[in-house]
Each structure stands twice: as structure tokens, then as C-alpha cells.
């Protein structure tokens, strides 16, 4: 079955600093979607990617949907505390309208 | 106010005692989704329904059961408990219009003893 693996599980930043995570499918993806979960909190919609290589941009937040439709990646620049939380990427299967969550990436900052 | 809500929001409940978590959208989505969430292995999709009376398998459906007898409504049934489902619980609804938001509802906190 589909499967979408997310790197790094944890990331520390230093405030200011920018960090990307990365989420790659072992199946063409239908799109891919981007969450936010704050701790104690449910998961946020944060974008949703459609097309092969399309690029996103959310104020300090940059999505990327490969050209191959199989791996995306999520770019924040200068970090602020507000950033803290896990963030999750989850691919829709093209197949059966399945949609598979990566594992996430918790994130902390260091002020 | 678009939303899911679900509940209850927290329930200690014994091995083997039926239980049922309710979830219900405003939205007039047509599919509608439940998940588990596991520290470390973020969130796995137990049961999704494309539309009443349509249901399909996630990644973990053994030992729950689903019903879509209306739009709004996806309850979680889990006949015979057991603590390997002790976990955090969320239902969600999609929007398949251009966003394709997924919404979730706060979170029910399950523990089975």
C-alpha cells in the first residue's frame, strides 16, 4: 500500500533560522496537503499541492510538489516561536482516495 | 461557523465494553475520514466514507466499524475494546472543491483499560 515517509521526525531550530522538511511517497500522488498540529491541538490545513512541480508560498512558508508527483517538501525561513508544532504532510492515492499522513516533523525553537 | 465536532472529548472505558464516538460536520462535505494518533507514527487513517452509505478500509480498520447513514454524520464503533486502542482519536472532513481542506474536529482521547 501507499506509504509516505517524513524527514526529520524532530527539528531545533535557533530563532531566525530556516529548516525544510521533506515527505516522499512510494506511489504518485493525487495531491498533497500540509498540516500544522500545535501541541494539545487537532491539525490545521495549511495548503493543499495539485500540480507536478508547483510552488506555493505562505508568508515565511514555501511548498514544493515534485516533478514526479511523489515527494514535496515544506521550507520555513527565519524561524519564529510561533513555528513550534508538528507539521504533517499527507498524500491523496490517485488510486482509491486514500489519503496517507507522514509520520511528521515536531519542531522547536530555540529563542 | 464551518466545524466537526466530536464526542466524547475523553473516555476510560474497560476491555471489551462497546463503545461509540460520534462525529458530525456542518459542511455538507461528502467524505468524511477517521484517524488515530500514535506518538511517533502520526496519523493513520482508519476508516474514510466518500458518501452515505459508502464506506472503505484505511490503514487500520481491524477492530473498528464505521456507519454513514447520513451526510453529516460518521460515527466510530469499537465493538470489544482492547488497550492496544488506547490512542488519540480524529475525525475530518474534506472539501474536494479547489482547496481541498480537511477538517478536523478537536480530538477524542481514548483510554481502554
Known amino acids: 500500500g501507499q506509504q509516505v515517509m517524513q524527514i526529520p521526525q524532530y527539528q531545533h531550530v535557533q530563532e531566525g533560522e530556516d529548516f525544510t522538511t521533506y515527505c516522499n511517497s512510494s506511489?504518485?500522488?493525487?495531491?498533497i496537503q500540509w498540516y500544522k498540529q500545535r501541541p494539545g491541538g487537532h491539525p490545521v490545513f495549511l495548503i493543499q499541492?495539485?500540480?507536478?512541480?508547483e510552488v506555493k508560498k505562505q508568508k515565511r512558508l514555501t511548498f514544493q510538489f515534485g516533478e514526479a508527483k511523489k515527494n514535496s517538501s515544506l521550507h520555513i525561513t527565519a524561524t519564529q516561536t510561533t513555528d513550534v508544532g508538528t507539521y504533517f504532510c499527507?498524500?491523496?492515492?490517485?488510486?482509491?482516495?486514500?489519503?496517507?499522513f507522514g509520520a511528521g516533523t515536531t519542531v522547536t525553537v530555540r529563542a | 461557523e464551518a466545524q466537526v465536532t466530536q464526542n466524547p472529548r475523553y473516555l476510560i472505558t474497560v476491555t471489551g465494553k462497546k463503545l461509540t464516538v460520534t462525529c458530525s460536520q456542518n459542511?455538507?462535505?461528502?467524505?468524511m475520514s477517521w484517524y488515530r494518533q500514535d506518538p511517533g507514527l502520526g496519523l493513520r487513517q482508519i476508516y474514510y466514507?466518500?458518501?452515505?452509505?459508502?464506506?472503505d478500509k484505511g490503514d487500520v480498520p481491524e477492530g473498528y466499524k464505521v456507519s454513514r447513514k447520513e451526510k453529516r454524520n460518521f460515527p466510530l464503533i469499537l465493538e470489544s475494546p482492547s488497550p492496544n486502542q488506547t490512542s488519540l482519536y480524529f475525525c475530518?472532513?474534506?472539501?474536494?472543491?479547489?482547496?481541498?481542506?480537511?477538517?478536523f474536529g478537536p480530538g477524542t482521547r481514548l483510554t481502554v483499560t
Open positions: 499527507a498524500g491523496l492515492s490517485s488510486n482509491d482516495y486514500k489519503l496517507s
Open positions: 506511489t504518485t500522488l493525487s495531491n
Open positions: 499541492l495539485v500540480k507536478s512541480g
Open positions: 459542511m455538507n462535505h461528502e467524505y
Open positions: 466514507s466518500m458518501n452515505v452509505e459508502v464506506t
Open positions: 475530518a472532513s474534506i472539501s474536494f472543491g479547489t482547496s481541498g481542506r480537511q477538517y
